[in-house]
């Protein structure tokens, strides 16, 4: 695989004299604070080198104020860098100006922030076209290349909605589609999840990483979150007071932290441990009494079942799929026959530990709030994954580290 993006020996020293004394300091090794306080200087990077392979998720995990942001933005050049080389695809991007700068940003990258904004009164459909317009495309293309995109993040039918008609997921989801509508080989994607809930979020990752195994894009991606880090990345590249400190796997990051700040950081990953329930559990989308037993099959899809719910939304009875099967397979098109009444219930914040034992009868779980309303549904399949992975990550770590 050859290199996408590279950041050689990439210095950004903020401040009135950026190539004065603080470079020259940031140079000889003096720590960002340190520099700070003698020149009024801010180091936002400082020797940074790290190069995104073609078609991998890399991720820059840090703190706040670690430089995350300041490098991303020295990718598109919304940043010179101060001293050192950023190249894509082997070209020199601190040479580009003009028009050509310009073509590079629109051509090659795609961008997806936290707080992007939509064009209020622009509908979902031009608002993905946008920067096809800014291009001149002409309107036929433009939206067939928009509902492509809008297809990739499940938007299609929403084209002529709105921004103001859809959630916060949906809008950043919009904003995905933006980034992917002009086709760009490189996606810079900074903080893009992170105001949204977990149970948004973890769709939205994994929405992100199909895209990517279907459209091998090079993704640059920057989070505060190590979890969400080590979930979708190939590789982890984690940042400190402008610097890099490790660049790993998620596993070598896990079971080989570079220093004593990355493993106090992979201390936190234990809180996989401590996964929620609401982080992902799945819509209920609960099944009708009035359905026939074939109607609630077709209505499970590919999901381990679905509850019917008494009047007030509490769950009374689950289809799951085998029973469903086996009913019908008896000749019953009654929808009866395949409910069973002896699932578990749990809350939204009890931790994947507390279920585990429930999730191995292989049923799903109803997740109920506190009036015993129905608000998600838990698939036995998705709590073994998730504590799969997180396990087999720690397990390793531990050995390592403590044997
Ligand atoms: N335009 C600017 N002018 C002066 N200092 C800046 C500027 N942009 C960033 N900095 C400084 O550079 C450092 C790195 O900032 P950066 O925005 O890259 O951090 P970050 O890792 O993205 O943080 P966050 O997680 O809060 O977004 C910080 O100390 C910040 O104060
Ligand atoms: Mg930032």
Do not use: W
């Amino acid at each position: 695989m050859s290199d996408k993006i590279e950041l050689k020996g990439v210095y950004k020293i903020f401040g009135d004299q950026p190539r004065g004394r603080a470079l020259e300091l940031a140079k000889a090794g003096v720590p960002k604070d340190e520099v700070q306080l003698r020149t009024n200087h801010v180091v936002g990077l400082t020797d940074v080198n790290f190069s995104v392979r073609e078609g991998e998720i890399f991720v820059v995990m840090g703190l706040s104020g670690s430089g995350k942001s300041t490098a991303i933005r020295t990718v598109n050049k919304l940043h010179d860098v101060t001293d050192g080389e950023v190249l894509v695809d082997g070209e020199d991007v601190q040479q580009m100006t003009g028009t050509t700068l310009q073509a590079f940003r629109r051509e090659k990258m795609g961008m997806v922030f936290q707080h992007f904004a939509l064009f209020p009164h622009h509908t979902v459909i031009d608002n993905v076209g946008y920067g096809l317009k800014v291009q001149k495309v002409d309107r036929h293309v433009r939206d067939q290349a928009a509902l492509k995109a809008l297809g990739l993040v499940g938007l299609e039918r929403y084209a002529g909605s709105y921004p103001s008609e859809l959630s916060g997921g949906m809008q950043q989801r919009v904003g995905l589609a933006r980034a992917l509508a002009s086709d760009p080989d490189i996606l810079l994607m900074d903080e893009a999840f992170s105001a949204l809930d977990p149970l948004i979020r973890r769709q939205m990752q994994d929405e992100m990483m199909a895209i990517q195994d279907d459209l091998k894009k090079t993704i640059l991606f920057i989070t505060h979150d190590l979890n969400e880090a080590l979930r979708i990345g190939d590789r982890v590249c984690i940042m400190k007071d402008g610097a890099v400190v490790q660049i790993g796997t998620p596993e070598e990051i896990l079971t080989q932290p570079a220093t004593g700040y990355v493993a106090e950081f992979v201390q936190d990953v234990d809180q996989g441990r401590v996964i929620q329930v609401h982080e992902i559990m799945v819509e209920p989308r609960p099944l009708s009494a009035t359905e026939t037993l074939q109607e609630g099959l077709q209505h499970l899809g590919d999901r381990a079942g679905a509850f019917v719910l008494d009047e007030r939304g509490a769950p009374v009875a689950v289809l799951t799929t085998g029973d469903g099967i086996r009913a019908s397979g008896m000749g019953s098109t009654n929808l009866q026959d395949g409910l069973r009444s002896d699932f578990a219930t749990c809350n939204p914040h009890q931790t994947l530990n507390e279920v585990y034992a429930a999730a191995g009868r292989g049923i799903p779980i109803a997740v109920v709030d506190e009036d015993g309303r129905l608000v998600g549904n838990l698939d036995p399949r998705h709590i073994m994954e998730e504590m799969g992975r997180v396990e087999s990550l720690i397990d390793d770590f531990e050995r390592e580290v403590f044997m």
